[in-house]
């Protein structure tokens, strides 16, 4: 299967890709810091958004049968990069924030199966992913 993305050169460090299936465009753009003009998420953000998107996809369908119950399942990831040049993440943290009446255990296997199976945004990158379990405002221990 191929999944095929363009982009375009919007000027200094700006690309526009465009999703030739869906059509979806995501603008892209380097920080002022790093010289850009900030016209949009860098492309490590784009991968983070990746990963959340991807997971919170796969955990929607695993929590299908649960989902009448579940009012909240957001997901926060802050990603830690080495200091070395290509400076890519070495660790990104992710923060699942569930409110409503599911079990721990129900959460936690919709996490592992995600990470472990399905999310492709996930089996795409080297880095070890770490993610903690909030429920109902709680931090819940494996």
Known sequence: MSIKVNGEWQ???SYKTVALRSGHEITMDASVEAGGDNAGPSPMEVMLSSLIG???IDMSLILKPHRDKIS???INAEGF???EKPQRY???ELIVDVEGDVLAKHVFRAIDLSMDKYCSARASMNVEVEAKLILNGETVER
Do not use: A, Y
Request: aromatic residues 0%; proline residues 0%; neutral net charge.
């Open 72 to 74: 909240k399942m957001d």
């Open 90 to 92: 070495d660790k990104i």
């Open 11 to 13: 000027g200094n460090m």
């Open 54 to 56: 991807c997971m919170g």
């Open 81 to 83: 990069r080495v200091e």
